[in-house]
């Protein structure tokens, strides 16, 4: 059988582990660095094997599939470049691509490498939080390299289609850096600063779906979104700089007490929205 090894068991790598059974004939097999990561994944059939070995199963993999955090990610490749088989494929799920594919550099040119973007999640993090239907209906961003071979091209399309992503799109990793900036990172950070307020803490028993949808995101993995926001600064700090103006220009507007003006501001925004959701065409190619 062919291998997908999974290098790092946490909410995604188990989840995309959990997601992968059955697909086509490979063999799906885990990666942690914890005994106890290990023995979970195994007593409750997170992939078909998982290991400690990280060397020993990547040298096997056909697919090698980096779910470990950014800089975990820069040192992996650099400790293990002579390790990956020749012509396997080497992708990775981070939520920074600019920085990653740049690590990847070091691998041999007989191993390719593509990044890769799941666009899912929720805001608990580690393997017991793993499910199968995490990526059902999410977007999957790839970022292939300019020789990137199109049969792992396409065999990463395929497994996005198998774990059920919605559709696959192709960008550049500077592209996908200042997209995430905005519809991502100043997401967390705007969950965040809400937290911050004073009246958390008194406003229990009012929160309603908005409130709570807004901040959902808020409890986040501490290290692993201090990694990213400072990976991605520029783009982010220029995101955060943008919706500053705009929040200040709702505040100046409503605070000018003039009603139309308002109610004309109200319409343009929710008619961008409504415009944004308009059915699109098909991006899985």
């Not at 600019?98 to 691998?107: C, D, Y």
């Not at 990137?148 to 559709?167: F, N, P």
């Not at 501490?222 to 982010?236: C, D, E």
């Not at 507007?253 to 925004?269: N, P, Q, R």
């Amino acid at each position: 059988m062919k291998k997908i090894v999974i290098v790092g068991l946490g909410l995604i790598g188990g989840s995309l582990a959990l997601a992968l059974k059955g697909f086509e004939d490979f063999q799906i097999i885990g990666v942690a660095r914890r005994q106890a990561t290990v023995d979970y994944a195994l007593s409750h059939g997170v992939g078909d094997d998982a290991t400690l070995d990280a060397a020993g199963a990547i040298g096997q993999a056909d697919v090698t599939v980096l779910c470990i955090d950014p800089k975990d990610i820069v040192t992996f490749l650099a400790e293990h470049r002579a390790d990956f088989k020749p012509g396997s494929l080497v992708t990775d799920v981070c939520g920074i691509k600019s920085a990653i594919m740049e690590a990847a550099r070091v691998l041999p040119p007989e191993v390719d490498f593509i990044g890769c973007h799941p666009m899912a999640g929720t805001e608990f993090s580690g393997i017991e939080h793993a499910f199968a239907e995490m990526f059902r209906g999410s977007h999957l961003i790839l970022t292939p390299r300019e020789d990137s071979r199109q049969a792992h091209v396409a065999l990463m399309e395929r497994m996005a289609r198998h774990i059920g992503c919605q559709d696959v799109v192709k960008t550049t990793p500077q592209e996908h850096d200042a997209i995430l900036a905005y519809t991502s990172q100043m997401m967390h950070i705007i969950a965040v600063s809400v937290c911050d307020d004073p009246m958390l803490f008194t406003c229990k028993g009012f929160e309603g779906s908005s409130f709570r949808g807004c901040t959902r995101v808020a409890a986040l993995d501490v290290p692993l979104w201090t990694q990213l926001f400072s990976l991605n600064a520029p783009a982010l700090t220029g995101c955060l700089d943008e919706f500053i103006r705009n929040l200040q220009d709702y505040r100046d507007v409503i605070a000018s007490g003039d009603k139309g003006k308002l109610s004309e501001k109200l319409t343009w925004s929710a008619d961008r929205k409504r415009q944004m959701e308009l059915p699109g065409p098909d991006l899985l190619h």
